[in-house]
C-alpha cells in the first residue's frame, strides 16, 4: 500500500511540474505585440490615384481560416471540431474562397480570419494563397499567435493568424494598432489578441483614406467587447478629425441595428451595436437583407442560428451609395461576404 501511494504521488508531482514547466514556457514566449506596429506592405499598387469625388468599392470577409465550411462546426460554439477532418476540406473551402473574391471584385478587400501558419488549417499560408491570387498589396496584421493552444481534445495546437488587407490602392503605410485584451493569466497566454488593421492611401488634395480592417471580441462577457469598440471609435473620430476619409469593415460581432434573427440557440449571443456610439453624420453601413455569419453548433443544415454582425462604418465625408450581403450560403465559411460601394465627398 505504501508503495501505491508513493507512486500516486510522484505521478501527481510529476503531472504539477510538468504543469508548471509547461505555463512558465508559454509564459516567457507569450505573443507581446506592442501598442502600435508598422506593417510590411508586399506587391505593388494597380490602381490609379485617389480623388475627391472617386467611387471605390470594399469587401469584408470572414474567411474562418478554411476551416468553417457548411460541412463543419466548431467547439467553441457547441459542435465538436477542432479542425475539419481532413487537409483537403480545408483546401477545398479556400479554393471557394479564392472563387467567391475573384467573383466578386472590389478595391480593397478587408479579410479576417486568415492563418498563416496554423495546425487548425494544416498549416497552409493562406495569407500568401490569398495575397498572390488576387494580386495588388497586401498587409497581414497578426491577432492569435501562440506556440501550442493545450485545449480542447485534440488540442488547437499552434495559431499564427490574423487580419489580412489586400488593395490594388497605393497604401503609403499600414499599422497594427493592438486592442484592450480582456483575458487574465493564464488563458491570456493561449487566446486572441484583438487588433485593428490600419491603412492609409493618399488622396489628391492633401487628406488621406483611412481603412480600418477589425475583428472584436467574440468568447467573452461583452465588456472587452465594448472597450475594444470605445477605442475603435476614438480611432475613427480621430482620423476624421484631421480631415481624412475614413471607413471601417469587418467582423464587429455584434448584431448591426435592424438585424433580427429569431432565436434557435443559447450557445452564443453576440453583442448590440450601439450607434448611438457615433456622432451625427456617421453611417453605419449594413445589409439584412441576408444573414452574414452562422453559428457552428453543427454544420450547415438551414437550420443554424443566424446573425448579421459583419458590416461598416463610414465618415461624414464618405458617401454610402450600396452595402449588399453576398448569400454564399456559408458554402466555404460561416461567414457571408458584404460589399461596400463608397464614393469620397468633394
Not at 456617421?282 to 437550420?303: F, H, Q, Y
Request: hydrophobic share 40%.
Amino acid at each position: 500500500m505504501r508503495t501505491l501511494i508513493k507512486l500516486i504521488g510522484t505521478l501527481v508531482l510529476a503531472v504539477v511540474v510538468a504543469a508548471a514547466v509547461f505555463l512558465g514556457v508559454a509564459s516567457v514566449t507569450e505573443y507581446r505585440p506592442k501598442a502600435s506596429e508598422a506593417l510590411t506592405i508586399r506587391g505593388e499598387a494597380t490602381a490609379p490615384d485617389l480623388a475627391p469625388g472617386d467611387e471605390l468599392t470594399l469587401l469584408s470577409f470572414n474567411i474562418g481560416y478554411g476551416g468553417l465550411g457548411k460541412n463543419q462546426d466548431f467547439f467553441m460554439d457547441g459542435g465538436d471540431m477542432v479542425r475539419p477532418p481532413e487537409r483537403a476540406d480545408v483546401e477545398a473551402n479556400l479554393d471557394g474562397i479564392v472563387t467567391t473574391i475573384k467573383d466578386n471584385p472590389a478595391d480593397v478587400y478587408l479579410l479576417q480570419e486568415v492563418d498563416s501558419d496554423s495546425h487548425r488549417s494544416y498549416d497552409l499560408d493562406q495569407v500568401a494563397r490569398l495575397s498572390d491570387t488576387i494580386g495588388a498589396t497586401a498587409a497581414y496584421a497578426p491577432n492569435f499567435k501562440s506556440m501550442f493552444t493545450p485545449y480542447p481534445w485534440p488540442p488547437i495546437g499552434k495559431v499564427d493568424s490574423g487580419l489580412v488587407t489586400i488593395t490594388g490602392l497605393e497604401a503609403t503605410e499600414a499599422t497594427r494598432v493592438a486592442l484592450p485584451v480582456p483575458f487574465d493569466w493564464p488563458v491570456r497566454l493561449f487566446n486572441l489578441k484583438r487588433c485593428l488593421l490600419v491603412e492609409r492611401v493618399e488622396v489628391a488634395g492633401g487628406k488621406e483614406l483611412v481603412l480600418v480592417n477589425l475583428h472584436l471580441e467574440a468568447y467573452e462577457d461583452g465588456a472587452g467587447r465594448a472597450e475594444q469598440m470605445a477605442m475603435l471609435v476614438e480611432l475613427l473620430l480621430d482620423e476624421y478629425a484631421k480631415g481624412n476619409y475614413v471607413i471601417a469593415g469587418g467582423d464587429f460581432n455584434q448584431s448591426f441595428p435592424g438585424v433580427d434573427y429569431p432565436k434557435v440557440s443559447d450557445n452564443w449571443t453576440p453583442g448590440v451595436f450601439d450607434a448611438a456610439a457615433l456622432p451625427a453624420g456617421w453611417t453605419v453601413a449594413n445589409d439584412a437583407s441576408a444573414p452574414t455569419s452562422r453559428l457552428n453548433d453543427a454544420p450547415w443544415d438551414g437550420d443554424n442560428q443566424l446573425y448579421g454582425i459583419d458590416g461598416f462604418i463610414a465618415s461624414p465625408n464618405v458617401e454610402v451609395k450600396a452595402v449588399q450581403t453576398l448569400d454564399e450560403d456559408f458554402e466555404f465559411s460561416d461567414h457571408n461576404p458584404v460589399k461596400l460601394t463608397a464614393a469620397l465627398k468633394n
